[in-house]
Structures are given as structure tokens and as C-alpha cells.
């Protein structure tokens, strides 16, 4: 009997890369510098050229980066920002934590991202920002954002948490608004062996801003300017990030390479499988597909034990207990709902086989 394929596999690809990561741990460890020291600095620098940006700043957590980077855009209690109801809920934790609502706009079928031709309808006096989602690794249509922005003087800021490396019309996420936020959970397809995460920005002053907030409002040791935050990327992890970092477009290629087998595997079977659109490159933290009878479909896998399988996202945010005092009910979001009843991500990660891949494909087909 076959081996059930794991949604993930860390374990292959900290073997590739075990003694570089353990050599650099120790060196930490030696170094008895721990918190801000100068593996996060190399780290902020170096992923601030990846993106061609002037600056990074690196927080505790991908939902530290959005929840700093609202407070670093100055939105304050009673602001709205908008987002997508089908995301992890850290996107909207991020605008409860300071006050302002969250207002949901629909989702774009075909790629599960905000439906840019409804924002604008979305918009009122009390309108502050937008959090475009680039979910599953797929980028959201900016170029559609910016004309609706820049006209309302509102902030972008991206969540990046599924989308590193990815690309829109040849520039990466996290580069079209004014912030890039980025989550480096340890499934992510640049992860660290804890939580971490990263602001991007080309802006001097929102870049100083979010580096006292991250350290208890202050710039200078024992002199606190705003009440601040502990939100500190360790040492640790930003040497792991560092090293795995060195192969973050070969794992993406990886990626994108093992859904393309998944899309020819799935081909003439009904299955939807993930759109990429024109000028974008997918990065495919998830390869979700769609599928009508979706639940019998996970439970009929669940019980083969051939594949893992999992859904991201069975309740959309605007129907979550949390969100209730919104008002909103279920046939608010056509979209997200039906979407929400449709999708399974299957097995992704950059060292999956053509033979795990053919055993994912061959389960859910037979499961249908």
C-alpha cells in the first residue's frame, strides 16, 4: 500500500540543507546576540533587494507585519479598510486589532483574489485603505488597484503571506502599495523553523515608523515615543531564513513546475483546476482546485489514505462567529460562499515526485 503524500514534506528539504542551517544556528548560539542583531539586519537588506525596495523591517509574525503596517499608515479606531472575505483571518484580525472595520468585497472566481471591479462600489468617507490578498500564491490585479487608489488617496497594503517571489506584470508583490507583508510561517514557501514575518516599503519615514513600533515605540534604548509592540524577529530564525532563502526561486520554479503535472493530470476530468493569469507568475503556496461534490470528495480521500487533503477556507470571514456583529448573512458574498463549498488544496511543496503527484491525481479522480 502506498504511503498517504503529506500536504507537506519540511523534512526533505531541511535534510538538503541540515549542515548549513545547523552551522549557522551554532553560530547564533556563539555569538550570544539574539534579538536584532545583525543575521536580521542581513536579512532585512537582503530581502529588501530581492524586492528592489529601499526597505524592510522584520516582525514577529506575518500578522505582526499587517497589524504594524495599519498602524504605520496611520489607521486609526473608526477607519474602514478593505479586504477579501475568502483569506486567512489574520488579514482581518489585523484591522479589528486597532479599531477600524473590515469591510469585504467579493471574490474574482477564477482566482479566488478580491474582485477589483467591486471595490470601487465599496468605497466611503470612511474608507482609509485596501488589503489585497495574493492568495495561494496568486497575484491579485494591482494595476486595477492602483487606478482605484490613487484617484481616493487610500493605502495599499499587501498581504504577501502565500505570494513570495511571486509576480504581477514583471514586478513582484509587496512592491505596488505601500507596504509588502510578508508571513515566514514554517509551510510557507520561504518559512523559518518558528514564526516570522517581514514589512517591505519604499518610503523612509513609514519604514522608521515601523521599526520603533516593533520595539516598544522606541528608537533609542529606554526612550519610548509611542506605545509599541514586542514584535521581534530573532536571530535563529533569520539565519535559517537567510540560508533558505539562497534557493527561494528554485523552490518556486519547483512549485510551479509540480502544478503544471497536476494541470495536464487533471486535464478532461471536470476538475477546475488553478487559473494563471497573463503576465503573472504563480508562485503556488496551494494548488486548490474545484470541485462540485467537494466534501464527499474529501471524505472519500480521507478514508483511501493515499493523499492528504485540506481546505483553505471552509467559512469565509464575513460569516465567521468573530465577524457577526458585521450584520452580514449568508448570500452577501455569492462568490466566496460558493467557492468556500468547491475547493481542496492537495500536496505542494517543491520536492513532491511525479510519482506522488500521479498518486495525488489518480485518488482524487478515482474519488470523484
Known sequence: MSLTVPMVDLKIQFNAIKQEVTTAVLDVMESTHFILGPQVKALEETIAA???????????????ALHLALLAAGIKHGDEVITSPFTFIATAEAISYIGATPVFVDIDPQTFNIDMRKVEAAITTKTKAVIPVHLYGQPAKMDELLKITKKRNLRIIEDCAQSFG??????????????????????KNLGGYGDGGMVITDDRNLSEHLQKLRNHGSHVRYYHDEIGFNSRLDEIQA????????HIDEYNEKRRKNARLYNASFAGSGIGTPTELKDTNHVFH?????????DAVKRRLDDDKKTSSMIYYPVPLHLQKAYQHLGMHAGSMPVTEQICQEVISLPMYPELSEAQIKQVSDAVKQAL
Open 50 to 64: 530581492y524586492h528592489g525596495v529601499k526597505y524592510a523591517v522584520a516582525v514577529a509574525s506575518g500578522t505582526d
Open 166 to 187: 511571486a509576480e504581477y506584470q514583471g514586478k513582484k508583490t509587496g512592491t505596488f502599495g505601500d507596504f509588502g507583508c510578508f508571513s515566514f510561517f514554517p509551510s
Open 239 to 246: 539565519a535559517v531564513l537567510l540560508i533558505k532563502f539562497k
Open 286 to 294: 496551494q494548488y486548490t482546485i474545484k470541485i462540485k461534490n467537494r
